[in-house]
């Protein structure tokens, strides 16, 4: 039997109805809080008072590494999804329930049994901040979900059991799933192991499936990259296409077969938003577009990471001059990115009217190209589609190249652009796009399962 993990905030039940599943699994059961207590000998209130959160989380990461891998029911601490190492053990080989209850109900559950306060607000607030706080982890923690608040611990228990027998679809929004799959290109053997999973006789009813949405989006590197990650970090996950002209049907089809989440592609990253419940405040609220969308617990939440996948590579460039070529889709996220490390920025497009809009949106200059000569910039971004294969020009001239200028093609299909290779030569600093799409990966793969993927490990596996 797979290792059953029950996460959630506290006062939801964990304990309680881990001790039920326990016995009618006849498994032990674990809860992580009670081995650190042993462990030490001192309780979690005094470990916190004397030694401080830090020194507990890392005799948490500790307890969490040492778990048995296999036939038992574990219940954790309510931070303990903050921290991606602890979710890299955690998820490993095992199923995840997430149990939620609504907030006066947790605060009825703690009056009766108290804990020590976790901050200095009186408890309505402290436990609608701190979950609002943790939300986001709790979601990337989740396998599976259910909401413990109008149910008795036994109710809950019998529930979580059906949820590991069956999983989340009928039979037939199965067969409905796989008629979509069949009449998109997917290729015959991504089809047939969707087949098996979705509908095979040898169903895994706990295998969850997710992807790319797009269309066309056959060309996305995405599904090797998670299914690769997948089997490294033995998540039971399978990760497909999305492919479709219609949206609709995509969010259909997606929230029918209970996916974990989609990332999204062209043309779709703004249609996507009329489907989500809430939105990234930070980035898909401003750029206005979702590439990311994590359902869980009935809701579905949208999140760019375009945008970071921009920022990260030049986060050593703060303050800086740049020059981005392009005013799409891609120039938008990339446009936010740079004004939040406090570049003075030029956008310059083929057609101006696109870059001024662009500019006054962020704050920016904009221009034609051929004002790039007097900007002479500390980097340049180019968020066209020049240099991307089969179109091999150089959206720049040789002597616009100079040795302290950084050169950032988001480009990477060729992976060394004409562009680059140019760069190169001059002596330039350059990065390519497939920097913006490891980090915009990782970035995914963190909302959708709280783990850290360090960035060589996703180079490796898209080489
Ligand atoms: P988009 O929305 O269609 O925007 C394309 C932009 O490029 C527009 O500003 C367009 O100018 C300009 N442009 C197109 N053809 C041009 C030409 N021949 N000469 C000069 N300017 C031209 O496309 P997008 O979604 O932003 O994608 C842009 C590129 O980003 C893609 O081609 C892809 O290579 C790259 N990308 C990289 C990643 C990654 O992870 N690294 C992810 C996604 C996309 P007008 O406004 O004048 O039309």
Not at 53 to 82: K, M, N, Q, W
Request: aromatic share 8%.
């Amino acid at each position: 039997m797979r290792r059953i993990v029950l996460t959630g905030f506290r006062g939801t039940g964990k304990t309680g109805i881990g001790k039920i599943l326990s016995s009618r699994l006849n498994v032990p059961f674990i809860d992580t809080d009670d081995l650190i207590e042993a462990g030490t000998g001192r309780s979690i209130p005094d470990i916190f008072h004397y030694d401080g959160e830090e020194r507990f989380r890392s005799i948490e990461r500790e307890v969490i590494a040492s778990l048995p891998a296999a036939d038992v029911i574990v219940s954790t601490g309510g931070g303990v999804v903050c921290d991606p190492k602890n979710m890299e053990y955690l998820r490993s080989k095992s199923t995840i329930v997430l149990l939620v209850a609504d907030i006066d109900t947790i605060e009825q559950r703690l009056i009766k049994k108290p804990r020590p306060p976790l901050t200095s607000l009186p408890l309505h607030e402290e436990i609608a901040a701190m979950m609002d706080r943790r939300r986001r982890n709790y979601y990337a923690s989740a396998d599976f979900c259910t909401d413990t608040s109008e149910t008795t611990p036994v109710q809950a228990a019998e529930n979580i059991l059906v949820l590991l027998r069956n999983g989340v679809p009928t039979t037939s929004q199965r067969n409905t799933a796989m008629t979509f799959f069949r009449t998109g290109r997917l290729p015959e053997v991504p089809l047939r192991k969707l087949e098996d999973i979705l509908v095979g006789t040898q169903r895994d009813p706990t295998t969850r499936i997710m992807g790319v949405a797009g269309y066309p989006c056959a060309h996305s590197m995405s599904p090797k990259l998670f299914n690769a990650l997948f089997d490294h970090y033995h998540l039971n996950y399978h990760y497909t296409w999305f492919e479709d002209p219609e949206l609709d049907e995509i969010m259909n089809v997606a929230r029918s077969i209970d996916a974990k989440g989609l990332s999204v592609t062209i043309p779709f990253k703004q249609e996507v938003i009329q489907y989500l419940d809430e939105i990234d405040e930070h980035a898909a609220q401003q750029i206005g577009a979702v590439n990311t969308v994590v359902f869980s617990c009935g809701t579905a939440v949208g999140y760019n990471t375009d945008w970071l996948g921009v920022r990260k590579p030049l986060i050593s460039m703060k303050g800086a001059k740049a020059v981005l070529l392009g005013a799409g889709g891609v120039a938008t996220g990339a446009a936010y990115a740079l004004k939040d490390l406090e570049m003075e920025v030029t956008i310059l497009n083929r057609t101006p009217e696109k870059a001024k809009k662009l500019a006054e949106r962020f704050g920016c200059a904009w221009g034609t190209w051929d004002i790039f000569d007097q900007i002479r910039p500390d980097l340049v971004v180019n968020a066209t589609p020049l240099g991307m294969q089969p179109d091999t020009r150089n959206p720049l001239r040789e002597d616009q190249l100079y040795k302290d200028l950084t050169v950032f093609d988001l480009v990477y299909t060729p992976p060394v652009t004409p562009l680059i290779e140019a760069a190169r030569l001059k002596g330039c600093r350059t990065i390519s796009g497939t920097e913006m799409f490891i980090e915009q990966a990782r970035e995914q793969f963190y909302l959708f399962f709280g783990i850290d993927v360090p960035a060589e490990k996703v180079r490796g596996l898209i080489a």
